[in-house]
T-cell receptor, first 114, second 111 residues
Framework: NAGVTQTPKFRVLKTGQSMTLLCAQDMNHEYMYWYRQDPGMGLRLIHYSVGEGTTAKGEVPDGYNVSRLKKQNFLLGLESAAPSQTSVYFC?????????????FGDGTRLSIL | QKEVEQDPGPLSVPEGAIVSLNCTYSNSAFQYFMWYRQYSRKGPELLMYTYSSGNKEDGRFTAQVDKSSKYISLFIRDSQPSDSATYLCAMTGAAGNKLTFGGGTRVLVKP
């Protein structure tokens, strides 16, 4: 019963490096989301997807790209990492986008950019 | 100013006490209100979900929504050390798929 799995769990990057965060869900959910969580800021939506092959911008999309080539996977990319992107990143999924469908979260990726 | 305001705490209570948490918001379009619990080093998990105004009870948890005041609350009765966590309020409008979160309140229940 994996639910939402995020890899890696921790990563340290240097400014300017690139990396990809992977999110996988085994619940056959249509919607997937990427959030970042910073102290006192709650979770802020970066990008989301309403189905395989689709992506859309959230509240704080700048500096990030995403892809949803397979229904079960949602990738978050940082092309040129900046210290301001140091954060904890959470992936979530939901069966639909309706308000009464809860979002299920992974346990996060802690990313530090030096 | 943030759309959703939540006192960061920490809120420290003795075991068995009632924990009272709240959020205020500014967007009158919000219709659906949620409370998530987040343990340290874990992702948020949904605790309570409420539509529009009113109360909802689930075991030791009670959620209240007052849309006229733009104020929501979560009460935890008979608090246990296992309730020690950060509690996040979240809300959304009719479209539903974009949640706006509060910053979270850290709760410590001392045995």
């Amino acid at each position: 019963n994996a639910g939402v799995t995020q890899t890696p769990k921790f990563r340290v990057l240097k400014t300017g490096q690139s990396m990809t965060l992977l999110c996988a869900q085994d619940m056959n959910h249509e919607y997937m989301y990427w959030y970042r969580q910073d102290p006192g800021m709650g979770l802020r939506l970066i990008h989301y997807s309403v189905g395989e092959g689709t992506t859309a911008k959230g509240e704080v999309p700048d500096g990030y790209n995403v892809s949803r080539l397979k229904k079960q996977n949602f990738l978050l990319g940082l092309e040129s990492a900046a210290p301001s992107q140091t954060s904890v990143y959470f992936c979530a999924s939901s069966y639909t986008g309706r308000s009464n469908q809860p979002q299920h979260f992974g346990d996060g990726t802690r990313l530090s950019i030096l | 100013q943030k759309e959703v305001e939540q006192d960061p705490g920490p809120l420290s209570v003795p075991e068995g006490a009632i924990v009272s948490l709240n959020c205020t918001y500014s967007n009158s379009a919000f219709q659906y209100f949620m409370w998530y619990r987040q343990y340290s080093r874990k992702g948020p998990e949904l605790l309570m979900y409420t539509y529009s105004s009113g109360n909802k009870e689930d075991g030791r948890f009670t959620a209240q929504v007052d849309k006229s005041s733009k104020y929501i609350s979560l009460f935890i009765r008979d608090s246990q050390p296992s309730d020690s966590a950060t509690y996040l309020c979240a809300m959304t409008g009719a479209a539903g798929n974009k949640l706006t979160f509060g910053g979270g309140t850290r709760v410590l229940v001392k045995p």
